[in-house]
């Protein structure tokens, strides 16, 4: 498989059209609920992306606070394109339940986005 060419805009419409709420999206990095994170992995997923690494955030309204105990990273997954999308995407679906209590948000860092 070849790494494929996804512009932000299609991800963006693709998000919507499922009702996900993408707050901010700058540079191939969506902030979304962390309620919202199983559904934007699978979408993620789809369009054969790859998950570089989630964030977890704490927003009160005005500020954003990251936290420190929240971060995984996936960039070290190694192999074809193919087996870092599904690994990147099995791997951070499982965060969503480690981190059940904790961040109100997730910032997530993907690969194989085109501006």
């Not at 790494?3 to 991800?11: C, Q």
């Not at 902030?31 to 992306?49: G, K, S, Y």
Request: net charge negative; charged share 20%; proline share 4%.
């Amino acid at each position: 498989m070849e790494v494929p060419v996804v512009t932000t805009a299609a991800l963006l419409e693709a998000a919507v059209e499922r009702g996900i709420e993408v707050l901010e999206h700058p540079n191939g990095i969506f902030r979304v609920a962390l309620a919202q994170l199983p559904e934007t992995i699978l979408l993620v997923q789809e369009f054969n992306l790859v998950v570089l690494g989630l964030d977890g955030l704490l927003l009160d309204g005005a500020v954003i606070v990251p936290l420190i105990d929240f971060i995984a990273d996936f960039s070290a997954i190694a192999g074809s394109w193919e087996h870092r999308v599904r690994d990147s995407a099995s791997q951070a679906s499982e965060v969503v339940t480690v981190w059940g209590v904790g961040p109100t948000h997730v910032e997530l860092t993907l690969d194989g986005l085109e501006d």
